[in-house]
């Protein structure tokens, strides 16, 4: 019997999934939170382990969400799950897709170097920087944190005024500056499921009424979409751009049709995939890790 261990930041509804689904398949299944990873370098045991189980004698290990930490505690975090790649253990995501694909310049300039059409964005830390991108953006932007997922932080910026306040008010907390021109739409986005080489499934995410942004979790609303052949192409380019095997691709078709890629997330829910789809994604998430470890 497979044994996998999941690296959680909590006990909800996803690892509950994962959990129903470890049953369906017959597979060994343990959700163990992050900060109980430790590791020992050197003596006579060296390992890696969560909370008593030594990670080495796992079959495969999957990371479904990092809890908040301080930069020494994700630093630790990543480095450990380094190590589990270096000792030959399937880790889903591979630490290299979760670092590229958490900071949003990173996988966003990953994603152009390999020819593919991105939003326009500016990246800075001054804020008299980023009032002079604000102008050559054409004055309407969306303001993200560097860091973040799920809609959180997100603000659409027009008016000049608010945009010296906000960017001033972010340049005081040390906070990079992250401006993506808004493209005009038809208030709807694409999130584009992408397991291995090929595309699991997809929805329409609608922004609900007098909002912009399409997240489920801040009220916007999924149906399920059939990609075309190119959409297919495009999301899974951008999850190898990035090094995922597994990722959620944000993309945004403007009002002539034209796609760009937004963002790549490494480690997605699939919650609203799953309910609108009708896929059983954590039993395709746990098939894919057990034949990584064939």
Known sequence: MSKFIALVSGFGWHVQDLSRAAGVLNVDFQAIPFPQLTSRVGGQFPDVKAGAIPLAQADGVLVRMMPPGSLEQVVFRMDALHRLVALGIPVLNPPGAIEASVDKYLALARIEANGLPVAETWVGERADDALEAFRSLGEDVVVKPLFGSEGRGLVRVSDF??????????????????????????GFDLRVFVLGNRVLGAIRRYAPKGDWR???????????????????????????????????????????????????NAVPGWRALSQSTGVDVASEILADLRDACR
């Open 161 to 186: 005024e608010v945009a010296r306040r906000v960017f001033h008010a972010l340049e005081r907390i040390g906070a990079v500056l992250y401006l993506q021109k808004y493209i005009p739409n038809e």
């Open 214 to 264: 399409t997240n489920v979790s801040v009220g916007g609303r999924a149906e399920a979409f059939r990609p075309e052949p190119e959409i297919e192409e495009l999301a899974t380019r951008a999850a190898r751009a990035v090094g995922a095997r597994m990722a959620g691709v944000d993309l945004l078709p403007n009002r002539q049709g034209e796609l760009v890629v937004l963002e790549v």
